[in-house]
């Protein structure tokens, strides 16, 4: 079983920039694609981007596309998410979350490890 732990979420003022990263311990695999999520208080947790065990591979939710870049360093086992031009919203909570290489998927439900977030704020 892999363990993710999240780092790197903050305040930030809006149209600044941000980068989180996900370090896994435990049980990895070489295999294992990564995704970022994140949740509003009161929402669902919704899509951020995702990559696939290789790297060579990503996808976006559209409300990121262009902001966000996901990458991943397999020799430190983490998993970055590079966010610029934040918008000003509410404040959410970004998951790291892992699962098998087949499909870089958006439903939450289908990623079977997760970290416990970290908090990022965007001021105004």
């Known amino acids: 079983q892999v363990q993710l732990v999240e780092s790197g979420g903050g305040l930030v003022q809006a149209g600044g920039s941000l980068r989180l990263s996900c370090a896994a311990s435990?049980?990895?695999?070489?295999?294992?694609?990564r995704g970022w999520f994140r949740q509003a208080p009161g929402k669902e947790r919704e899509f951020v981007a995702a990559?696939?065990?290789?790297?060579?591979?990503?996808a976006y939710a559209d409300s990121v596309t262009g902001r966000f870049t996901i990458s991943r360093d397999n020799a430190k086992n983490t998993v970055y998410l590079q966010m610029n031009s934040l918008k000003s919203e509410a404040p959410a909570v970004y998951y790291c979350?892992?699962?098998?290489?087949?499909?870089?998927?958006?439903?939450?439900?289908?990623?079977?490890?997760w970290g416990q977030g970290t908090e990022v704020t965007v001021s105004s």
């Open positions: 435990g049980r990895t695999f070489s295999t294992e694609n």
């Open positions: 979350a892992a699962k098998s290489p087949y499909g870089l998927s958006p439903i939450s439900r289908l990623w079977g490890s």
């Open positions: 990559i696939n065990w290789s790297g060579s591979t990503t």
